[in-house]
């Protein structure tokens, strides 16, 4: 048997299933596929067990090696667009930080530091925040790996960023709830890991501070502008009351004194 024969028998990775959920997040993002097709395929990607399994999911969407088994063997590499590019600072930074722990306290990492390919946090009757939200990334693709014990790690991400939980709870838990939000084109995936043994490892997605700020003063100056609006419509209305109903400001001298 060859080797081109014997390729849709050989098992598939948890790598190459993640790059064939790459494309069809892609194709999402794009129309290409709906809602009902995407989790269809989704379904069937986490499912597969082969090469064969996998080549048909994303054989009818473009791409790089759309035909035949090699396509789910290949890197993504898709376009950065927006802010991320200038976000995802690339190899050669390794972190600003790659590690933290809380024994009866607690840790922080949030504002403008860069986040490493893998950030590594433990936590014993304590807790920790991790938040993106301003965060540099130094790959495309960062792990945190949260170990909670009676405590618990927050992490916190702008919108736009896939996230992936794979961590397990022993009389704890992960949060999962962020999981299944297809990422924008050229955002970073975080991928949360761990263990959770009575605590645990939630994942928030929250505006960043500025996006906050500016909300904020743009429903101030609406709230404004409706007040004034009020405020025109109010005088307009009594002057037109009054130009129906003028006021006497003299008596009328015919006026007879009955007295």
Known sequence: MTDDAAAPDLRASDADRERVADILRDALAEGRLDMEEFGERLDATYKARTYGELAPITRDLPGPGTTGVPAVSLTKDPE?????????????????STWAVAVMSGFQRKGRWTAPRRFNCFAFWGGGEIDLREAYFADREIVINAVAIMGGVDVVVPPGVEVVVRGVGIMGGFDHSEEGVPGEPGAPRVIVTGVAFWGGVGVQRK??????????EERRREKLERKEERRRELESSLQDHLNLHPMRKERDPHRRDDR
Do not use: H, N, S, Y
């Not at 802010?83 to 972190?95: E, H, P």
């Not at 505006?207 to 904020?216: D, G, V, Y």
């Open 80 to 96: 950065a667009g927006g802010d991320w590019a200038g976000r995802i600072v690339g190899d050669g930074d390794g972190g600003t």
């Open 207 to 216: 505006l960043p501070r500025a996006e906050k700020q500016r909300l904020r």
